[in-house]
C-alpha cells in the first residue's frame, strides 16, 4: 500500500529531507502559486515525475481531506538485514579500537520517534537500528521529517523477533544494556566502552519482561527534577552520547 504525503507545505518538506518519493500528483484545477511553483522546482532538480489528474482522484485518494490540490506518494524503505548492520558494525569497530553501537528498538510505535533516534544515532556514528516487523513503527514520510534526513544513511532492520536478535549480538560479543526507569544502576556507572547494543522501550510500557530478562544490564538516567521520564527518543539520546563518551578517542 502506497503512503501519500498530502498538502504543499508537506510534499515541499518531503523533497527537502530527500523522502524517496515515487511521483507527485496536481489537481488539475489547481492555482500554480509560490508554493506549487517551489515542488516544480525541487521535483524538476530531483527527476521526480510530475502528473495531473482531476481533482476528485485525489479527493478519492486522501485520507485526512487535506491535499491542497497536491499528493505526493512514496518508495518503500529499503530494509538491509542484521548482518549488514554486523558488517558494518565490524568495520566501525576496527577503525575506533573496538566500538561499534547497535540499537535495538523494543516495538516503538511513532514514527517521529523512530525519526528522532535515528538522527541522533546516525550523529553518534551508531552502526544500525533494529527494529520489530509487527507492532511497530515502520519508516514513512514522519521518520524522514523529524530525522531530518539522517534516516537515508542509516542502516535499518526488520526482525521477527528482538529477543534471539539480541541472542545473536551476544554471540557475536556485544554486551547488552536496557534502558529503564525501573533500573537501579545509573548509566553513567556502567561500562559501555567496546562493542554495546542499546535497548529502549514503547513509549508507554517500556521494556518488555522477556526483553528485560535477556539483557546483560539494565540502567536509568540520574534525574533531579519532578518528571518521572524523558520521552524515549530524548532518553536514547542521552543514551547514546554516554556511549560515545566511553568511547571517544
Known amino acids: 500500500?502506497?503512503?501519500?504525503?498530502?498538502?504543499?507545505?508537506?510534499?515541499?518538506?518531503a523533497l527537502r529531507t530527500h523522502v524517496p518519493i515515487r511521483e507527485i500528483f496536481l489537481a488539475d484545477n489547481l492555482v500554480h502559486d509560490g508554493l506549487v511553483k517551489d515542488v516544480l522546482r525541487k521535483a524538476k532538480n530531483l527527476n521526480i515525475p510530475v502528473k495531473t489528474v482531476p481533482r476528485r482522484d485525489l479527493d478519492k485518494r486522501s485520507e485526512r481531506e487535506s491535499h491542497q490540490g497536491i499528493m505526493a506518494?512514496?518508495?518503500?524503505?529499503?530494509?538491509?538485514?542484521?548482518?549488514?548492520?554486523?558488517?558494518?558494525?565490524?568495520?566501525?569497530?576496527?577503525?575506533?579500537?573496538?566500538?561499534?553501537?547497535?540499537?535495538?528498538?523494543?516495538?516503538?510505535?511513532?514514527?517521529?520517534?523512530?525519526?528522532?533516534i535515528a538522527r541522533s544515532a546516525e550523529v553518534v556514528g551508531a552502526s544500525g537500528i533494529i527494529i520489530p516487523n509487527k507492532r511497530s513503527a515502520r519508516v514513512t514520510a514522519a521518520t524522514y521529517k523529524t530525522s531530518a534526513g539522517a534516516i537515508s544513511h542509516l542502516n535499518i532492520s526488520q526482525v521477527a523477533n528482538i529477543a534471539s536478535t539480541i541472542e545473536r549480538l551476544k554471540?557475536?560479543?556485544y554486551w547488552i544494556t536496557g534502558a529503564s526507569e525501573h533500573a537501579t544502576d545509573i548509566i553513567w556507572d556502567t561500562d559501555l566502552k567496546g562493542k554495546a547494543a542499546l535497548v529502549m522501550g514503547a513509549e508507554n510500557e517500556g521494556l518488555s519482561r522477556l526483553t528485560q530478562e535477556i539483557c546483560d544490564f539494565l540502567v536509568k538516567l540520574?534525574?533531579?527534577?519532578?518528571?518521572?521520564?524523558?520521552?524515549?527518543?530524548?532518553?536514547?539520546?542521552?543514551?547514546?552520547y554516554e556511549w560515545m563518551r566511553q568511547n571517544r578517542s
Open 171 to 173: 554471540k557475536e560479543g
Open 222 to 240: 540520574p534525574q533531579a527534577g519532578k518528571v518521572n521520564s524523558l520521552n524515549v527518543a530524548q532518553a536514547a539520546t542521552t543514551c547514546m
Open 1 to 13: 500500500m502506497a503512503d501519500y504525503i498530502e498538502g504543499k507545505r508537506p510534499v515541499i518538506e
Open 73 to 116: 506518494t512514496t518508495k518503500p524503505f529499503e530494509y538491509v538485514n542484521v548482518q549488514t548492520i554486523l558488517d558494518d558494525a565490524a568495520k566501525h569497530a576496527a577503525e575506533n579500537n573496538g566500538a561499534a553501537l547497535v540499537i535495538l528498538l523494543d516495538h516503538i510505535t511513532d514514527a517521529g520517534n523512530l525519526g528522532a
